[in-house]
């Protein structure tokens, strides 16, 4: 998967949230007082979160609506267990492993009624990119699509990998600790999703880097 590729997916519009960015010391202050029970300094902090939070689980479940069924448990499971927490570490890395677990649950739940397959995939591609009739944006719309099915073909670790990854742009290192697994087997995990995204691309027969 080369950089054009992971510009595709790295495209937000549509998805609801926040691009507001704080500084680590005032987070540190935010979650400090969530934990001694402040309800509004645990609200700024989803506000700060939500948007990466439902666009990771958005990436790991291929459903919108799913995502944001997600991402209400991701905040639950936060706050019931933010006492555990230490302030003096960074809140990333711990809100990315609880999103991967509740996507995970998610998925097993979802796969006792019907395997997801690449056609079930629902993506807000042509209402949130498609702006105008212009022919570049609905290029851009279709490769986007196009990038997201191919997720849907990963297994759910490949999944999981190549959207910390390349999509969150975390180290390899970052991802083998919220996975719970080896570098060496998070490299190997990205590899083979890297392959598959790239068949699935070609096969599709549009190029992503411009006009098919």
């Not at 003096?88 to 739940?109: E, F, G, M, S």
């Amino acid at each position: 998967m080369d950089s054009s590729q992971i510009a595709a997916l790295r495209m937000d519009e549509g998805v609801p949230g926040t691009g507001i960015s704080v500084d680590r010391e005032r987070l540190a202050q935010m979650l400090e007082r969530a934990q001694t029970g402040d309800r509004a300094a645990f609200d700024a902090i989803i506000t700060l979160h939500q948007r990466r939070v439902v666009m990771t689980a958005w990436r790991l479940l291929g459903r919108l609506e799913d995502a944001e069924d997600a991402a209400q448990e991701v905040f639950l499971r936060l706050f019931r267990g933010l006492n555990r927490f230490d302030g003096k570490h960074d809140l990333a890395p711990w809100l990315y492993r609880i999103t991967v677990n509740v996507c995970h649950d998610v998925r097993r739940k979802r796969e006792r009624t019907s395997a997801l397959s690449i056609h079930e995939v629902d993506t807000p591609s042509t209402a949130a990119t498609v702006r105008s009739d212009a022919d570049e944006n609905v290029l851009q719309a279709e490769r986007r699509s196009i990038v997201e099915d191919s997720l849907a073909t990963l297994g759910e670790k490949e999944r999981a990998a190549i959207v910390l990854r390349d999509i969150e742009g975390l180290s390899t290192k970052e991802v083998a600790r919220i996975l719970g697994s080896s570098e060496t087997t998070v490299r190997s995990q990205i590899s083979v999703a890297r392959v598959k995204i790239k068949r699935f691309v070609d096969r599709a027969g549009l190029d992503l880097r411009g006009r098919s």
